[in-house]
């Protein structure tokens, strides 16, 4: 980042999910807002989360919103996208600043489907022995 000065916006991302890790919610934000990225989810994400965990409620709203304009079903699918790329605890922080954001989860499942719940992980080809594997 300070040998070229026009290194993509996702470079900070990071440096995001380190400060927000480490609780450090404002310096999350400010590199989240240098990420620059229209219609980028994850700084939807981030930027929602911290908001969400600095009490700002309207700025929380509004990247809430862009969020789910870019993800419309998040509200099911965000904890097992979280997952994907973070340990749970980190998931789990995420999540509770989106919630603190406005992010209604308890309502979102999907209609004529149960709320996803994860049961961990399955050993290996277990899940498909009855395909002959």
């Known amino acids: 980042m300070y040998l070229h000065p026009n290194f993509p916006g996702w470079y900070w991302l990071p440096k995001v999910f380190n400060a927000y890790r480490t609780r450090d919610y404002r310096a999350a934000l400010d590199a989240a807002l240098r990420v620059q990225m229209p219609g980028y989810f994850w700084n939807s994400v981030t930027c929602a989360a911290a908001y969400g965990q600095l009490g700002e409620r309207h700025a929380a709203q509004k990247a809430l919103a862009e969020l789910l304009a870019a993800r419309p079903n ?13 340990e749970p605890e980190l998931a789990g922080h995420f999540l509770d600043g989106l919630i603190k954001a406005g992010l209604d989860v308890k309502s979102a499942a999907r209609p004529g489907s149960s709320p996803h719940v994860s049961s961990g992980p399955t050993p290996s080809g277990a899940a498909r022995t009855d395909e002959g594997f």
């Open 74 to 86: 998040f509200a099911w699918t965000g904890r097992e996208e979280l997952e994907k790329w973070f």
